[in-house]
């Protein structure tokens, strides 16, 4: 059983946990630039989209050339997106985006991913 | 409930990136963040590198400044030692129940946070994570069961909610974009660094239309996107309710 990510894990608490103290610990420092506030205000939905596009949209093969995928994992992801932007409940957002995977491989529709 | 199931799937997809039990576990006891501990999962297995790991894990939890601020006014009266602790629980689901909470009561309860921070969040997390990533290990062929696109939908779900305004929903248009262009260019890593550096810094160019979309956290101006489902704070940004037609005026 490897541990690597252990080490990894440590260093994003680093990382993390002064941000989740600074404030309850530092009474004060509750006031962040207002370019560096907006700016980070902005940072989760792109990185989030980032790796959601990513990895539906692009497929390495095995000489690690990426190329652009179209596949039914573009339909389950967006399935998932318009549940959770509807009904605010990601996890049926993903029981749904699963069931069309599921389906639509087991129908033929789509190939089981290399 | 939320934990439970997320914190499933979280296991399932870190068992299908290679995790093992006890890296996975580690995620979640010692980083205890759902949205960066699933961008991990996609960073490990794109192959980005650990320092771009950790540089993108502190600009997407840098949000939990704004968090803790946001709760230090209601928590201030709290011994030291202990709010060092609730420090490390603060994550947006401890950050939704314990403002909301406070809000409605008209003070602090520190068993109130301790409650819905440990014992609705921390424990049903960890939990669900270590049956997610065992139960990950005893599926023979996970895509047969649609277990890859778990990642990309958990990921578009987080970043939805997320999304409180235009410049947030032009942030994560265009880093995906971005993200998709360069990764063509260069490779899935580079381009995930890249969306998420430069989506949000394309966002800032839109004008904020309205002042809660960019309201600082603890703000009334920015509490309706804490609240509960359902329930409002009203504000001086509210419109003015004009009385139906033919209602006599107040005596």
Redesign the interface.
Known sequence: ??????L??????????P???????T?G????PK?A??????????????????????V?DDD?V???HVGI?WV??LA??AI??WR?N??L??VV??????IA?EVGLAA??A | ??AV??GF?YGLSAREAG?????AM??ST??F?G??Q???V?Y?A?GVA?PA??L?????????????????PW??DVP?AR??V???L?TDEAFALAISHFRRIGRADERGYWFGAFVSTFIPWNLATLAGVLLGAQIPDP?????????????????????TGR???V??????????VV??A???AI??V???I????I??LVPAAIAAE?A?L?TLESADRYLM?DSHVHTDLDPPTEPPAGTPPAP
């Open positions: 059983m490897t541990t690597d990510l252990v990894l894990a440590v260093l994003m608490f680093a990382v993390t946990y941000t989740r103290a600074l404030g309850l610990l009474p420092l509750d006031r962040l370019a506030f907006d700016y980070l205000q902005l940072v989760g939905p792109a990185v989030l989209a980032a790796l959601a596009a990513v990895s539906v949209m692009v390495v690690d990426p190329a652009f994992e389950a992801v998932c997106l959770v932007a605010r990601l996890f957002g993903l985006a699963v069931a069309i995977v599921v491989r089981l991913p | 409930m939320s199931g997320f799937v995790f093992s039990v006890v890296e580690a995620m010692i980083v963040a949205a960066a699933f961008a991990a996609g490990v794109s650990w790991i950790v993108l894990t502190a600009l997407l939890n840098a949000r939990h400044l704004l968090y803790s601020a946001a709760l230090a928590l201030r030291i709010r060092a609730m420090a490390h603060l895509a047969r069961l649609g277990i890859d696109v778990i990642f990309p939908a958990a990921m578009i779900g987080l970043a939805v909610g997320l999304i410049r947030e929903l942030a994560a248009i265009v880093g995906g974009g971005i993200a998709v990764a063509l260069s490779s899935p381009g995930i890249t969306g998420g430069f989506g949000p810094a966002g800032l960019t600082p603890g489902p």
